[in-house]
């Protein structure tokens, strides 16, 4: 079976500042990787996934991710974030055999003014 | 195109009644997961449906719970005798088939809040 870790429950940083939120997943088998954002009240939507290819991932305000095999880490980052970044933070993984996807707990990302 | 829609947002039910939630797929999307968000956790997978059928229910509690994606209409998520640690977010997403639900992104509705008194 496949997990996800996210250390960070909480992430507090100031506008304009670099934010890093980490995952680590732990698979047998390949995996396909995710990260969602989750804001007050509303539904997850897709910041980026990696399924093959190039270990950067550039997805949408702003956000990427490296894909790193041997830590089995997949962490998000963003160069200066904005007030409007405040969320939660979901990882997700899935494995090419099944058809489950597994979330992380989640972090939240407060951007202080 | 609407988004995937969820109803209720908000259900209320007090222990031993049944709750429906009900999830719109985004059209032209023929695949629908539902997962359960309790507080302070991350989303747990429980069912995945195709129209008329149940791929893969392995994250599904044994009772009390059952899912259907009929031919027409909207998937359901069906909860009997509902008890306190029924109470979370029930999430609903949906993808195309687009070559493997392992790769597909998923969208995700606003959530049904199910408060069990």
């Known amino acids: 079976a496949q997990s996800v870790t996210q250390l960070d429950s909480q992430v507090p940083v100031f506008e304009e500042a670099p934010v890093e939120l980490r995952c680590n997943y732990s698979?047998?088998?390949?995996?396909?990787l995710f990260w969602y954002v989750q804001y007050p009240n509303q539904g997850l939507q897709l910041l980026l996934k990696?399924?093959?290819?190039?270990?950067l991932v550039k997805g949408i305000n702003g956000f990427e991710a490296e894909f790193n095999k041997s830590q089995t880490s997949f962490h998000l980052r963003k160069p200066s974030v904005h007030i409007s970044d405040t969320a939660e933070y979901f990882c997700a993984v899935s494995a090419n055999t099944g058809n489950q996807f597994y979330f992380g707990t989640g972090t939240s990302l407060t951007v202080i003014p | 195109n609407a988004g995937v829609m969820q109803n209720p947002r908000h259900l209320v039910r007090r222990r031993g009644q049944e709750a429906r939630l009900r999830c719109s797929p985004m059209?032209?999307?023929?695949?629908v997961y539902w997962y359960r968000q309790l507080p302070e956790e991350g989303l747990k997978f429980m069912v995945y449906l195709q129209k008329e059928n149940i791929i893969d229910e392995s994250g599904m509690p044994k009772e009390r719970f059952s899912a259907e994606f009929p031919k027409e209409g909207p998937s359901i998520l069906r909860i009997q005798q509902v008890v306190r640690g029924d109470s979370a977010a029930y999430f609903c997403a949906s993808s195309p088939w687009a070559g493997g639900a392992k790769t597909d992104t998923q969208y995700f509705g606003p959530g049904t809040r199910l408060t069990v008194l």
């Open positions: 059209k032209g999307h023929s695949h």
């Open positions: 990696y399924l093959s290819g190039s270990t």
């Open positions: 698979s047998s088998v390949s995996v396909y």
